[in-house]
């Protein structure tokens, strides 16, 4: 179905009323869709499933103050772990960070529960597995680039 298929996270509204998902089926690629609700009409903002791209987001959005919006995919990218992506008002998406990135995947393996957001930006979340123990981890991600950031 190219507009999403098995929603199955929350919605996020916007001040003007407008409603914000994901499906973890669907979509040009059938492996999920950011869309959005507006008047009772759907438009799908993202298909998942490029190259080097997340697969099934699972996770309600989290949208900042520029209506930037932010979630995770349980697989997908080079490591099948997931990912952390934020997809800008025009569409455009961006992977954030990639799990199971770092040596015997301490940094994580999929990433099913919600995100939330602090008010300098910074995400956090849950892995399902991975971390040193392998039980997984509690992470913390940074949605401001690296050279917008304050130096120590």
Do not use: W
């Amino acid at each position: 179905m190219p507009n999403g298929d098995t929603p199955n996270s929350g919605l996020t509204r916007d001040a003007r009323g407008n409603f914000y998902g994901v499906t973890a089926f669907g979509g040009d690629y059938d492996d999920g869709a950011a869309f959005e609700l507006s008047k009772g009409k759907e438009r799908v903002l993202y298909s998942f499933g490029q190259p080097h791209d997340g697969t099934q987001p699972n996770s309600r959005l989290v949208r900042d103050a520029e209506g930037k919006l932010y979630g995770t995919t349980v697989e997908g990218y080079e490591a099948s772990a997931g990912v952390v992506f934020e997809i800008a008002t025009d569409g455009t998406e961006t992977i954030l960070h990639t799990f199971c990135s770092e040596s015997n995947c301490t940094d994580g393996e999929y990433p099913y529960g919600d995100l939330i957001m602090d008010g300098q930006g910074n995400l956090y979340g849950t892995t399902a597995d991975g971390g040193a123990h392998g039980y997984g981890v509690i992470f913390k991600i940074s949605t401001v680039p690296v050279s917008d950031q304050p130096t120590q």
